[in-house]
């Protein structure tokens, strides 16, 4: 039996004609009897303990004006009985009133008549009805204690609706995730009125289904309004309506009736699809590339009658569907990847060779140099050896000082130009960097043009600055070399 039942029965003798009235931070119950009644003492300050001390009571008899009120039932119940003793009510019609003012501060709230508590939310245009709930979802939980010993127990990700007489606790959905949501939500949808608190899983029931509850069924037209919300492209919100616009391969513009909850046109069966494609998109893996699936699959397979009373519907094992799409598409840009791979490759592998093949006429040019003074100091040593004179002559030391600063000048030229190259195609190699750098991830990059020490310039330019700077090297010191002895033979003659 309702607590508030058995408080009107113990006064007045019977339970049945009362009229009562729930609403979020009050409850009034009323009811009309003929004295003389008995009440119960002992079982009216029994049933007074039971209520919630969170809560203000006040107990009052009535007949064309007041009679008797009590804030306190225990201790003010025998003045209630005295009145009621009063032979100068006896016969008479009087009105007893149950009011209690909730205390609704501390995330439990009192339910004393579930169905009219129902009633009330159901009849709630969709604003308020969000406007009830925000505030407790973003402080973490709300418990509705519902004072019938009969109460069917049922919770959503932060809800919880319960009988006074269990010790279960709501579940709080985990703030950083709420967040993440909430972020992503703004970033892949329009929303003018967006209640930067509240997401599906709010309304989304977890535990306790009753396909025959009508506060449930309030719940899951809420909650499919948050899942469009979340899935289309524009959305907004007002006391009247609610209006949507889904972009696809199909464009959908409507607009729903949200003046009353229960009154929210749609088809329930889709609410199960649309949650499942709702954590899909939102949960798991790119979700602007899902998103962007699901807004084309929707919108092949919505229905919607284009009246604010008209249905919203969606042909059946969409979310099927939407996977099955996504599964296409990965296919495809898996081929593409490989294909964009093989060519990235093909491309590295082609500057690379070209800088080799640059660096390589650079050292050939350089071991020919060498070789030319080389063969012509070795010929004049063996043709001194013949003639059998003691020493090289000045003219061939001279002709050697000049083939010497022509082997400078030459090799200068071709350490420019070598340079030169090496830097245009440092710059093609840059430029194919930033040309893929938002299409693969750093570690592909480091794949493809080089390992973290070499990033920035690539495998094959860094080996061969390298290659040219230890050339150099070599050409100052065996230059150095060949001009300290001639110079010295010069000096010698």
């Not at 129902?118 to 009849?123: E, F, I, N, P, V």
């Not at 030229?413 to 693969?440: G, H, M, P, Q, V």
């Not at 750093?442 to 094959?460: A, C, P, S």
């Not at 230890?470 to 010191?477: G, I, Q, S, V």
Request: charged share 25%; with cysteine.
């Amino acid at each position: 039996m309702k607590l508030y039942k058995a408080i009107i029965k113990a006064l007045t003798g019977a339970e049945t004609g009362t009229t009562e009235v729930e609403e979020k931070g009050r409850f009034t119950v009323t009811k009309a009897f003929t004295c003389p009644v008995q009440p119960d003492k002992a079982e009216l300050i029994r049933l007074a303990g039971l209520l919630p001390p969170r809560d203000s009571v006040q107990l009052s008899l009535h007949q064309a004006t007041p009679i008797c009120q009590i804030s306190d039932i225990a201790s003010g119940v025998d003045d209630l009985i005295e009145k009621l003793s009063d032979t100068i009510y006896q016969g008479e019609e009087l009105t007893v009133k149950l009011q209690i003012d909730k205390d609704t501060n501390n995330g439990i709230i009192s339910v004393y008549d579930y169905q009219k508590f129902s009633d009330y939310l159901a009849g709630l245009n969709l604003l308020d009805f969000l406007n009830f709930f925000s505030e407790w979802f973003h402080q973490g939980t709300i418990t509705f204690e519902v004072f019938d010993e009969n109460q069917h127990e049922w919770s959503t990700g932060t809800s919880l609706f319960r009988s006074n007489k269990s010790q279960s606790q709501p579940s709080a959905y985990p703030a950083e995730k709420r967040q993440n949501i909430l972020k992503l939500r703004e970033r892949l949808c329009h929303s003018e009125k967006t209640f930067d608190t509240i997401i599906p899983q709010d309304f989304i029931i977890t535990q306790g289904k009753d396909t025959n509850d009508e506060l449930q069924k309030a719940f899951q037209r809420v909650s499919l309004i948050f899942l469009m919300m979340h899935l289309f492209d524009y959305s907004s919100l007002s006391t009247e309506d609610y209006r949507f616009k889904l972009c696809g391969y199909k464009t959908h513009a409507g607009i729903i009736s949200t003046k009353s909850v229960k009154d929210i046109k749609h088809c329930l069966g889709d609410y199960a699809d649309l949650y499942n494609i709702f954590k899909w998109c939102y949960e798991y893996g790119q979700k602007d590339e899902k998103i962007s699936i699901a807004r084309n699959v929707l919108s092949l397979n919505m229905t919607y009658e284009n009246d604010p009373d008209g249905e919203f519907s969606l042909e059946k094992d969409v979310y099927e569907t939407v996977k099955s799409n996504y599964e296409f598409f990965e296919r495809d840009h898996i081929r593409q990847y490989v294909e964009l791979h093989a060519k990235l490759n093909e491309t590295i592998l082609s500057l690379e060779e070209k800088i080799i093949g640059c660096v390589n006429k650079y050292i050939s040019e350089f071991k020919a140099g060498l070789f030319v003074i080389a063969s012509f100091l070795i010929s004049s040593f063996v043709l001194r050896f013949i003639n059998k004179a003691e020493s090289l002559t000045p003219t061939i030391l001279w002709i050697s000082l000049i083939i010497i600063a022509i082997y400078v000048i030459s090799f200068l030229y071709t350490s420019w130009e070598t340079t030169k190259a090496i830097s245009n195609y440092s710059d093609s190699f840059d430029s194919l960097k930033r040309r893929y750098r938002d299409i693969l991830s750093h570690k592909e990059q480091i794949e493809l043009f080089g390992n973290e020490e070499v990033y920035e310039h690539g495998k094959g330019i860094a080996f061969a600055e390298q290659r040219v700077k230890n050339y150099k090297r070599a050409w100052l010191t065996t230059s150095g070399i060949l001009v300290v002895g001639v110079i010295l033979g010069l000096l010698n003659c």
